[in-house]
């Protein structure tokens, strides 16, 4: 019988800044966060500490007496890994690895680590290592001890070991060569974009664990792994599902979480576009979670630094089946309108989202004839790739077409035949 040998845990401290510009409350949700991605990421919480303080310190993010406190703390108890909340800068790194020789990670690393560790398909771990390497670009002004391969364990996943003795130049001429597969992907996808213009497109989008891939699955009976950790979903998943006779097209992306690294964003471009294009967004939302709509505001945040604000957009307030409290969901029905309160776990009310999905598609597509020249054949393929054509009968001099379109595409046609005329 051969013994698997058990991986232990890095002991771990994480650490927060309360600067008076929130609520005591809000840091303290805000840190029980971090211990959740610490616990993703696969550490042992041993303690977490936060500092009442004006300002943030420059030279070190938390006061000289804190340092001090930290590291007597992690001396102690033999705790190899600190944890900020906030991202810190490389004057901070340095300064605090120098005063407590410990592993110091920072909130974009552990997110950077985890969706290290969650990549799983090429795409996805492209984009990872991008920003992974976008994010170490600056950074390598100081020693990179907290990535050298005496520490290993979280912080250090992806390319960071690899690129540890590299350059500025080596690094980055790979993110250049990342950039162009990115390019390369995002080609692609637009192409795929193109074959899917007949169909209503829905993006689920939502803050991380707020259940977007179970309503996926009970929507399209599919099987797209869904487990209640963070971030359980990376790669961009569609699949078609029908609603009165109408094929929809469904996307599940990636979770958003508060200080989501820009370079995380930035880099997952191709697989957020399945947001930018799709004509409805299902906006997901732990509804039993005591600060959802902090959760919301993140979201809306996101959802403005794509551009894609402006779009009609489906609150979708999920695991009515934890929340007990009737206050609080007659507050959300009088607060938000076009919302849905559900359990995609237990498909309570979905079938009332579907009801209104149905209204939806009504509404978003049209039925159009048009008599166009026999020698306009350049306008005829401008149809066929805005409609689809259901028929077309000619006469001596014209084609008379009947194609149905969503009714922004039929707009667009119009214009295209005015601008013709």
């Given at each position: ?78 705790i190899s890994l600190i944890i900020f909340d906030d ?335």
């Open positions: 019988m051969i013994e698997i040998p058990k991986i232990e845990k890095e002991k771990a401290v994480i650490v927060s800044l309360n600067t008076d510009r929130i609520s005591k409350e809000v840091v303290e949700e805000h840190i029980t966060e971090l211990e959740e991605l610490a616990l993703t990421a696969g550490a042992e919480v041993l303690h977490k500490i936060i500092q009442n303080n004006r300002s943030v310190n420059n030279a070190s993010y938390i006061g000289k007496g804190k340092v001090e406190e930290v590291k007597l703390l992690v001396e102690e108890e033999n991202d810190l800068s490389p004057v901070q790194l340095r300064n605090l690895e120098n005063s407590i020789d410990r592993k110091i990670v920072d909130r974009s690393g552990l997110i950077l680590d985890i969706f290290a560790t969650r990549a799983k398909t090429k795409e996805a771990k492209t984009q990872v290592e991008l920003a992974q390497l976008q994010y170490m670009l600056p950074r390598l002004t100081r020693a990179w001890t907290h990535l050298s391969k005496q520490y290993g364990g979280i912080g250090t996943k992806g390319p960071g070991e690899t690129q540890i003795e590299t350059d500025r130049r080596i690094i980055g001429k790979r993110i250049s060569l990342l950039k162009e597969r990115l390019n390369k992907i995002e080609v692609q996808r637009s192409t795929q974009s193109s074959s899917r213009k007949n169909f209503l497109r829905i993006a689920l989008v939502g803050y991380t664990n707020a259940g977007k891939s179970t309503l996926f699955n009970l929507l399209t009976k599919s099987d797209v792994f869904a487990e209640d950790k963070l971030f359980a979903t990376l790669d961009s998943t569609t699949r078609q599902f029908v609603v009165k006779n109408e094929t929809v097209l469904l996307s599940d992306t990636v979770g958003f979480i508060r200080k989501l690294p820009p370079n995380l964003i930035a880099s997952f471009k191709s697989t957020l576009s399945e947001v930018k294009d799709a004509d409805i967004i299902f906006h997901v939302i732990d509804f039993s979670h005591p600060y959802f709509e902090d959760h919301i505001k993140v979201v809306e945040n996101t959802l403005k630094d794509l551009e894609c604000d402006k779009k009609l957009q489906v609150k979708i307030f999920n695991k009515i089946d934890a929340v007990t409290d009737h206050q609080k969901i007659d507050y959300v029905r009088n607060t938000y309108e076009n919302c849905f309160i559900i359990s995609a776990q237990r498909g309570i009310n979905v079938s009332s989202l579907i009801e209104n999905l149905e209204q939806i598609i009504n509404d978003s597509f049209i039925e159009e004839k048009i008599r166009l020249p026999l020698k306009d054949a350049k306008a005829v393929a401008q149809i066929h790739n805005l409609a689809e054509v259901i028929s077309i009968k000619y006469d001596d001099n014209f084609a008379h077409i009947t194609y149905r379109s969503k009714k922004e595409n039929s707009e667009k046609i119009k214009r295209l035949l005015y601008e013709k005329k």
